[in-house]
């Protein structure tokens, strides 16, 4: 069974509405446990029992509505494939650019974010590498150290032994 995806509530006068995705996370863990609502508001850290059903009333209302979705047809699969027909299909470039950028932003490459980890971008550190190589004669490579850990006893002797029964399958 697929994973079900959560169902937002993004309005409301009240805290009902919001998105407790966590709570109702651990609710599920928490009904391995026990039963009782008590307990249950206690250990997902809400203010009254309703909270605790009413967080079961989300999860109730989530599986539904993945429920739905799925006997209609509307799975994953049925949108991209649509969505990939109005980018072959498209009578205009920005149609097509459109949809495109629907698909990236969904895999969330619609944006390249510079990051600056060791002092710098990773394209400033490769052209950093290619400058220290311009430097050398032609034909050497940077040297580099490289501390190779000890290995344990226990998994040396268990090499050994483990090369040894295979030298002895071949012989």
């Known amino acids: 069974m697929a994973k079900l995806k959560p169902v937002v509530f993004v309005q409301g006068k009240y ?12 609710l599920l863990n928490a009904l391995k446990v026990t039963k009782d609502p008590n307990k249950l508001r206690d250990l997902i850290g ?14 109730a209302m989530r599986k539904e509505y993945q429920t739905a979705l799925g006997k209609h047809g509307m799975t994953f699969d049925y949108i991209v494939k649509n969505i ?22 969904s895999t969330g490459l619609d944006k390249y974010e510079d990051s600056t980890i060791g002092g710098g971008s990773w394209e400033d550190i490769l052209l950093k590498i290619n400058d220290e190589q311009k430097e050398l004669p032609a034909g050497e490579m940077k040297e580099y150290d490289v501390d190779v850990p000890e290995m344990p006893e226990h998994i040396r002797l268990a090499k050994e032994k483990s090369n040894k029964e295979s030298k002895q399958i071949y012989d």
């Open 46 to 59: 809400v203010k009254t029992v309703a909270d605790v059903y009413r967080t079961l009333d989300k999860i």
């Open 15 to 26: 805290a009902y509405n919001v998105q407790n995705t966590t709570q109702q996370i651990m």
């Open 84 to 105: 990939k027909s109005e980018i072959d299909n498209a009578e205009k470039s920005s149609d097509r650019l459109s949809a495109l950028n629907m698909i990236l932003k």
